[in-house]
T-cell receptor, first 113, second 115 residues
């Protein structure tokens, strides 16, 4: 049973839709991460939050908008996406930024039509 | 910036055979090194982590990895493959210093175990 839960597990959206991905961690961690996993490519770090403050934005297009209302929840708001944004989006958490063992959720499989 | 190379995007072994998954990194400073496993439709799960305490690191499910600084390698091994080991395996390296939360992942190696 993972301590990091992501919803929904699957999402299909059109290029004009607005949707949100949700991540919740039950581990008492202070740092949370969004990654993009595309076929045949390494995981790409998108955003990092520590104590609800964004500490990393890895040149991610503005059509992806993260939100961290508290240390247990992380959202990724999506709007006007492109087909090349179709991927598995993984959320992870760690105790803090110094403790770099990251615990991953099962991901949201996103398809942009 | 760090980089990680995993040799072989797909490795196939017979059940009971040795598993060897290769990982090389580029760094002038010994970093933290990780192996993660991803089972179908699941997130990544930590197998083991190198922290400079010992060059041979034992992980879960019978896996271990050996850090070789001279070869900048961190290969993952398991003496005897089990059907349940079929999954994708990712090697990762952290940045040094205050950015060690940033992990650079390899492209992954898909392990197939044949009966």
């Amino acid at each position: 049973e993972t301590g990091v839960t992501q919803t929904p597990r699957h999402l299909v959206m059109g290029m004009t839709n607005k949707k949100s991905l949700k991540c919740e961690q039950h581990l008492g961690h202070n740092a949370m991460y969004w990654y993009k996993q595309s076929a045949k490519k390494p995981l790409e770090l998108m955003f990092v939050y520590s104590l609800e403050e964004r500490v990393e934005n890895n040149s991610v297009p503005s059509r992806f908008s993260p939100e961290c209302p508290n240390s247990s929840h992380l959202f990724l708001h999506l709007h006007t996406l492109q087909p090349e944004d179709s991927a598995l989006y993984l959320c992870a958490s760690s105790q803090d930024l110094a403790k770099n063992i990251q615990y991953f959720g099962a991901g949201t499989r996103l398809s942009v039509l | 910036a760090q980089s990680v190379t995993q040799l072989g995007s797909h490795v196939s072994v017979s059940e009971g055979a040795l598993v060897l998954l290769r990982c090389n990194y580029s760094s002038s400073v010994p970093p933290y090194l990780f192996w993660y496993v991803q089972y179908p439709n699941q997130g990544l799960q930590l197998l083991l982590k190198y922290t400079s305490a010992a060059t041979l690191v034992k992980g879960i499910n019978g896996f271990e990895a050996e850090f070789k600084k001279s070869e900048t390698s961190f290969h993952l091994t398991k003496p005897s493959a089990h059907m349940s080991d079929a999954a994708e395996y990712f090697c990762a390296v952290s940045e040094s210093g205050g950015s060690n939360y940033k992990l650079t992942f390899g492209k992954g190696t898909l392990l197939t175990v044949n009966p």
